[in-house]
């Protein structure tokens, strides 16, 4: 793992920037601390497993599973799974045909 201040430098350097999505969902999604924008990022990641990705799915066990699917280890979460994950807080999702 690298540290605060390598993190820091990287995301000041913009070495993702022109990269493949899975070069760096393989980086980022396995190092702990941030090293780029987030949007750029996130972006990636839904590049890389071809579905929206939601914030929350980068926090706690989410970013297992995330992890997991990125490597088929699993399978694409569906919106179902996805919203099952954030039940608890109420959060009320709303689809227009």
């Known amino acids: 793992m690298i540290t605060e201040e390598e993190a820091i430098k990287l995301g000041e350097s913009g070495w993702w920037k022109g990269l493949p999505a899975d070069v760096i969902t393989g980086f980022q999604l396995f190092e702990r601390?941030?090293?780029?924008?987030?949007?750029?990022f996130q972006g990636a990641v839904e590049e890389s497993l071809g579905r929206p990705v939601w914030t929350h799915e980068f926090a706690g066990a989410s970013v297992?599973?995330?992890r997991d699917e990125f490597l088929g280890k699993s399978p694409k979460r569906s919106l179902a799974d996805i919203t099952a994950l954030v039940s608890a807080q109420r959060?009320?999702?709303?689809?227009?045909?």
């Not at 601390?33 to 750029?40: A, I, P, R, V």
């Not at 959060?91 to 045909?97: A, G, K, L, S, Y």
């Open 33 to 40: 601390k941030l090293c780029m924008d987030f949007g750029d």
């Open 64 to 66: 297992d599973a995330l």
């Open 91 to 97: 959060i009320v999702v709303v689809t227009r045909d």
